[in-house]
């Protein structure tokens, strides 16, 4: 899950994506970021998430070791049809959630049907 | 009078809530890996598994003279849910990850994160105190800290020379 770049460990989250009809909404898992420092942008079609980790360590003698401590970096590949201006985002325990708005004209919407 | 069984869901491994879906398998496997890769010869951790429909959370664990200290990535878990019990050589955490978009089950085309019911039991490497543990959840993460028993603490046991034969 680790990739290495040249100045830093990063990770990669794990998320899980709805497609909710009026949106596309993304959940990932970051735990221990700080969600004051969370980057989240959209450029060219890219929605790119950088969510920084402050080095923490367990004090004294490490006996156990299971997951490495560095920052999430993921990017996703937006099709046409989001309207970027909206995109909102928040952060709580842990799960970073972000709202992607489709454009209003391309929304699924039910269409009444009129009687003659 | 059957003389061939039936193989039961069990046996084929597909029972509803067992490692069912493939990102269940591929978690698992991933911890799997990632813990026996990173630390061969101590992976006191290694042999446990998920009871069907569960999943166990990643933990470090450090100790110094008089503590241990553990922590666990629990990302989306409300502090309330988690349970800690302490027994003199064991640490379980315990709880249930909620999804709460998750009711009417439509629209997630991909997913990779845990959910459902957690419980892990930690063997601690020494005994402590069970009346002093703190816990605490801060964004995501769950730290516990444990105070080695007093009257654990290891003796050095001095080693005489000559023979036993009397």
């Known amino acids: 899950m680790a990739t290495e770049t040249q100045t830093e460990l990063t990770y990669r989250p794990n998320v899980?994506?709805?497609?909710c009809g009026a949106e596309v909404l993304i959940v990932a898992d970051v735990p221990g970021a700080t969600p004051d420092a969370i980057d989240v942008s959209f450029d060219d079609g890219v929605l790119s998430v950088h969510a920084p980790v402050a080095a923490r360590t367990l004090p004294g003698r490490i006996l156990q070791q299971e997951y490495g401590i560095g920052d999430y970096r993921r990017s996703f590949k937006l099709g046409d049809g989001f309207d970027a201006s909206l995109i909102s985002a928040e952060c709580r325990r842990g799960v970073?959630?972000?709202?992607?708005?489709?454009?209003?004209?391309?929304?699924?919407?039910k269409i009444a049907v009129r009687t003659a | 009078?059957?003389?061939?069984?039936?193989?039961?869901?069990?046996?084929?491994?597909?029972?509803?809530?067992?490692?069912?879906?493939?990102?269940?398998?591929r978690n698992e496997m991933n911890r799997l890996f990632e813990g026996?890769?990173?630390?061969?010869?101590?992976?006191?951790?290694?042999?446990?598994?998920?009871?069907?429909?569960?999943?166990?959370?990643?933990?470090?664990?450090?100790?110094?003279?008089?503590?241990?200290h553990v922590r666990a990535e629990l990302p989306g878990i409300e502090p309330k849910d988690v349970d800690v019990s302490?027994?003199?050589?064991?640490?379980?955490?315990?709880?249930?990850?909620?999804?709460?978009?998750?009711?009417?089950?439509?629209?997630?085309?991909?997913?990779?994160?845990?959910?459902?019911?957690f419980s892990r039991a930690i063997p601690l490497p020494e005994a402590v105190d069970p009346a002093k543990v703190t816990a605490r959840y801060d964004k995501g993460v769950l730290t516990v800290?444990?105070?080695?028993?007093?009257?654990?603490?290891?003796?050095?046991?001095p080693v005489l020379a000559g023979s036993t034969e009397r």
């Open chain 2, 1 to 25: 009078m059957s003389l061939i069984p039936f193989r039961t869901k069990r046996a084929t491994g597909m029972e509803p809530g067992s490692l069912a879906t493939l990102a269940d398998f």
């Open chain 1, 96 to 109: 970073l959630e972000i709202h992607v708005p489709r454009l209003a004209a391309v929304r699924p919407r």
């Open chain 2, 36 to 68: 026996f890769f990173s630390r061969p010869l101590q992976m006191p951790g290694w042999f446990e598994t998920a009871e069907p429909g569960q999943w166990l959370p990643s933990i470090d664990m450090s100790e110094t003279d008089k503590q241990i």
């Open chain 2, 86 to 117: 302490v027994s003199e050589d064991r640490l379980v955490i315990a709880g249930e990850k909620k999804c709460e978009k998750e009711e009417s089950g439509e629209g997630w085309t991909h997913r990779e994160s845990h959910y459902g019911s």
């Open chain 2, 145 to 157: 800290e444990l105070t080695k028993s007093p009257t654990s603490t290891s003796r050095k046991v």
């Open chain 1, 16 to 19: 899980d994506i709805c497609d």
